[in-house]
């Protein structure tokens, strides 16, 4: 047995864009003389190119720019340049414009870029490969946490004790199941829709967001004339809309897109993915701390699932940090209880704005809307509201971690 037991002082457990990212951030800040494992099954392969993109706020990509990430990134990467907001019924020949958001968090500096969730994990996995990262293709399987170090059993039989064990394994978390850390949240019977369309005229850096009557429809700007596509609708039509041959799926949605943008096509196949609201009751327990849609998912409406993630990244990167310079344990109760206390407040607030925003949109009640309009209309008049809106979209308000400011660690 000890032939198969090794020693890492961190282990990752999960190399998505959470997972990846922190291994980074550790590594970079801690060097040769602190060892990093990410272990995931997932690492046999090349990044999955399936079509998925994310808005990245502009703290993230500061982040990727300190943590030497961006230079790949940016050539694949939309900047958003600005942003409307309508609300209007699905065949509504116009749909009125009640917010516009233009703007810089700094000149030169965009609030969010989109980028293919792809290009990203791509630019993530080169870096950790460059710092010294360990990436193990397997999963973690259990594990047992004691007073000096906590063992894990991964699925290729090796066994690996470390001193603190993160998991980054997604919003099904099996590691906080077997933490028997519980969670709070429900589905909203919703899924989102995702494609990426060609069209035939420039987006000129624009992204969009109709409410419409099933819930948001996002048109977010990639490189080119392309766009992904984020519709919601109820989980069961969403299925039904996934599975309609190309020409019936395109005309369903071409009556949502418009024709603002010229000819469109599909250019992938469109995939669902079930919404839903799902925050942990404690993001840590003995020598674990949960990472990303691990400690919380919530509803893609504002686009700031994983930018969270990342929050939590910088936020635990900075508290294992600073522990280990001055020689303490990563994994000890006061490390973790201040990692915790930095998260918590803030992903609360963040669940509860995006699902009450998903109740107050997804709703095609008449005197619903006009309260809502009413509301929209006030925002874009209030242009100190509006810039408090931009930051908060951006990732720069509140106790933001230094990594997000684009300060090293
Ligand atoms: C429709 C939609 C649109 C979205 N748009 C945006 C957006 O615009 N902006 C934004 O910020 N967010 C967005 N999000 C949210 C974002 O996609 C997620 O927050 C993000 O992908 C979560 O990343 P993660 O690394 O935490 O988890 P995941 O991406 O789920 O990665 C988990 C990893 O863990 C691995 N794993 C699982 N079990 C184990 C195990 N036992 N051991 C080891 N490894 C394991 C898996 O193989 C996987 O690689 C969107 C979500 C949806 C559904």
Redesign the pocket.
Known sequence: MTAHLSQTDILI???????LCLAVAIKDALGSGTTVTV????LAAPPAEDG?A??FAAAACRMFRTLGAWEQVEPEAQPILDMVVTDSRTMDPVRPVFLTFAGEVAPGEPFAWMAP?AVVTRALRARAEALGVTLTAA???GFTADTAATTARLTNGQSMTARLLVA????RS??RDMAGIRTVGWDYGQS?I?CTVAHEYEHHGRAEEHFLPAGPFAILPLKGNRSSI?WTEQTERAKRLCALPKPLFLDELETRFGHRLGVIEVVDKPAA?P?GLKVARDFVAARLALV???AHVIH?IA?????M?FRDVAALAECVAEAMRLGLDPGAPDVLARYQRWRRFDTALMGATTDGLNRLFSNGSTPLRTIRDLGLGLVDRMPALKGFFVRQAAGITGDVPRLLRGEAL
Do not use: M, T
């Open positions: 457990a999960g190399g998505g864009l959470a997972g272990a995931d099954p997932a998925r994310s808005a969730n999963g973690v399987d980054c394994d997604g919003g099996r590691l989102g995702v984020v993915y919404l990303g849609d691990a893609p686009g700031q699932g994983i930018n993630g």
